[in-house]
């Protein structure tokens, strides 16, 4: 069965960087897009960035573009966040979640039921 394991999360100064990092196992991810959740406590969920199939297509929220960069590698079966300039309200569980609908994923920021795939989060404060 597929599954999703992110990591890369920790601790950061506002102003820092991390890297997150998707990895998937049990199958091909190939044909779907792959997108980056956020939940703060306290708050609903969040879309942040999606990557269609290949690299050619991305999406991010307004809030963190030109901060943050979504790649993927389907040979290492992989896709990452770059995030830079972090700021305390980037503080949240980031997940990352599959989809074989773009436009429903990376249109619309839905997870359409039944048709996804969906990881368990690694934790990212930005704090001084």
């Known amino acids: 069965q597929l599954q999703l394991v992110e990591s890369g999360g920790g601790l950061v100064q506002p102003g820092g960087s991390l890297i997150l990092s998707c990895v998937w196992s049990?199958?091909?991810?190939?044909?779907?897009?792959i997108a980056w959740f956020r939940q703060a406590p306290g708050k609903g969920r969040e879309g942040v960035s999606c990557?269609?199939?290949?690299?050619?297509?991305?999406y991010y929220k307004e809030a963190v573009k030109g901060r943050f960069t979504i790649s993927r590698d389907n040979a290492k079966n992989t896709v990452y966040l770059e995030m830079n300039n972090l700021e305390p309200n980037d503080t949240a569980v980031y997940y990352c979640?599959?989809?074989?609908?773009?436009?429903?994923?990376?249109?619309?920021?839905?997870?359409?039921?039944?048709?996804?795939?969906w990881g368990q989060g690694t934790q990212v404060t930005v704090s001084s």
């Open positions: 990557v269609s199939r290949t690299n050619e297509n991305k």
């Open positions: 049990g199958g091909r991810l190939d044909d779907h897009a």
């Open positions: 979640a599959a989809s074989q609908l773009r436009y429903s994923l990376c249109g619309k920021w839905e997870l359409p039921e039944g048709r996804h795939y």
